[in-house]
């Protein structure tokens, strides 16, 4: 079985399509890195397209049963829009509390990995942290070793 789904990448990098198999059906998934106010800053987006209108919607659930697979391919649209993006970094949090939790589940069972690569601090009480497992966090961001924060 194949750990995460192959992912269209837009020309700037900065826009990602997969598609979601599973028992409600396909479902096209996006990712968008978008940058905010602050320049090197990008906020990563992420939700289901909708069909007919096209509207990427970051509250739908899907319930395909392939949420780790979905997560995984997320992480690998950040490795390629950091490969195209030197300098950036992502901000990302989720647009509840249950996807800011899957998210931070996600971080953490993968940390080890993640951290030969990257920097990923956590916000807590209104203060950036090294990640750390069993912390609540309400968002994340991530940016290459590398470079200084």
Not at 56 to 79: C, F, G, I, M
Request: aromatic share 12%.
């Amino acid at each position: 079985m194949d750990i995460r789904y192959d992912a269209n990448a837009s020309r700037g990098f900065t826009t990602f399509e997969f598609v979601s198999e599973g028992p409600n059906g396909s479902v096209t998934k996006v990712v968008r890195y978008t940058e905010i106010n602050l320049k090197g800053f990008y906020n990563l987006g992420f939700g289901d397209e909708d069909p007919v209108t096209g509207y990427v919607s970051d509250t739908s659930v899907t319930n395909n049963n392939d949420s780790q697979k979905v997560l995984a391919t997320v992480a690998a649209t950040l490795y390629v829009f950091m490969d195209a993006h030197p300098g950036a970094t992502v901000i990302a949090t989720g647009s509840t509390e249950a996807r800011t939790r899957l998210y931070r589940m996600g971080i953490a069972n993968n940390l080890e990995a993640i951290e030969r690569d990257y920097i990923v601090l956590g916000l807590a009480e209104e203060n950036w942290q090294p990640f750390q497992k069993g912390v609540h966090y309400g968002a994340f961001l991530v940016r290459r070793k590398s470079l200084p924060l």
